[in-house]
């Protein structure tokens, strides 16, 4: 018999036959019900806080997460930010103006909106405003990395990229492709709905909003924070997205899981979820270390994801629109 096993048994046998009483575990603290809060005018700028169970006595790293749907509608989480803040992140999972009602940057600005609202409420929801990463799913993933790349008026600690879609004109572009599948036609249309305009030669103004939208520009390439960016190899929204940022770009990370998941169904491949999370965890770890203790690096933990295949050299240093 193990020891453990002989000290447990051994000290439950006591505590039977002496008659002494056993105390009971405490309870687990419970989470604090969820709350809905509008960070801006109209119907798409809400967003719900969840935190992590009660009885923290200090503040916590935060998650925006920045839902996908084409840039057109709201998609789910289901049980994902209840997860996170079981894992002691404070959630701010966040709508952002649809292209049905405002074309881009209308959505840039709204996310900037959401995270601003966070840090300027942190004491009250027990956030740490210095230690906030991003998650977005597809449409969420683009406005993620974008808000990531450019920072804004408050830097951000990460960014986990789901299928994102870096590119709107590479989508656009895939979509008149033959062979595009009804989803790449889809992403296409969605993304010329987002810019309000086909990136036509006769219509500078609108090509340059088409050049703005891709988180691969020229302005990105010096500065950011680490991004873990997340395809399948199925994926209808290519690797090649996040490829030709990290060509560009140092700090990013890409992984191709097997399978053809998309956005946030990818967190459901075995092991995704966990090491997200401990991505996460890293990223926004506090800078309080005893001394000449090293920092976690993000990237120790991804072993447990594939390694993409060998990148290509590629030239491409901004979208050709």
Same mark, same amino acid.
């Given at each position: 018999m193990a020891l453990g096993t002989a000290l447990v048994l051994g000290t439950t046998w006591a505590a039977v036959h002496t008659g002494t009483p ?69 959630? %701010? ?40 990463? %991003? ?30 879609? %870096? ?10 492709r033959p062979g595009a599948d009804r989803r790449q036609r889809l992403l296409g249309a969605a993304a010329e709905r987002l810019l309000g305009c ?124």
């Amino acid at each position: 018999m193990a020891l453990g096993t002989a000290l447990v048994l051994g000290t439950t046998w006591a505590a039977v036959h002496t008659g002494t009483p056993r105390s009971p575990a405490p309870p687990a603290a419970a989470a604090p019900p969820p709350v809905t809060v509008a960070y801006g005018p109209g119907p798409d700028r809400h967003l719900t806080v969840h935190r992590p169970p009660s009885g923290a006595d200090r503040a916590r790293p935060g998650v925006l997460l920045l839902h996908g749907g084409y840039w057109a509608h709201r998609t789910g989480w289901l049980t994902r930010p209840e997860q996170f803040a079981a894992r002691g992140f404070v959630v %701010l999972d966040a709508g952002y103006t649809l292209s049905g009602r405002a074309h881009w940057p209308a959505q840039r600005t709204d996310v900037r909106a959401a995270l601003a609202w966070g840090v300027r409420h942190a004491d009250r929801i027990g956030l740490d405003p210095d230690r906030i990463a %991003l998650v977005g799913s597809s449409a969420g993933g683009h406005l993620a990395a974008d808000l990531g790349t450019d920072g804004g008026a408050h830097p951000v600690r990460g960014v986990v990229g789901l299928s994102p879609v %870096l590119s709107p004109h590479r989508a656009w572009r895939d979509a008149g492709r033959p062979g595009a599948d009804r989803r790449q036609r889809l992403l296409g249309a969605a993304a010329e709905r987002l810019l309000g305009c086909r990136p036509v030669p006769h219509d500078p103004p609108c090509r340059q909003r088409w050049r703005d939208s891709a988180v691969a520009r020229p302005s990105t390439a010096a500065g950011g924070v680490p991004m873990l960016l997340l395809h399948s190899a199925g994926d209808f929204v290519p690797a090649a997205h996040s490829r030709t940022l990290a060509v560009v770009r140092p700090g990013v990370t890409v992984r191709v899981l097997p399978g053809d998941a998309h956005g946030v169904a990818l967190l459901d491949s075995p092991g995704v979820a966990e090491t997200v999370l401990a991505w996460l965890g890293a990223v926004t770890a506090t800078t309080d270390r005893p001394a000449g203790e090293p920092a976690h690096r993000p990237d120790d933990v991804l072993p447990g994801l594939p390694e993409p295949p060998e990148l290509p050299a590629h030239p491409l240093t901004r979208p050709h629109v």
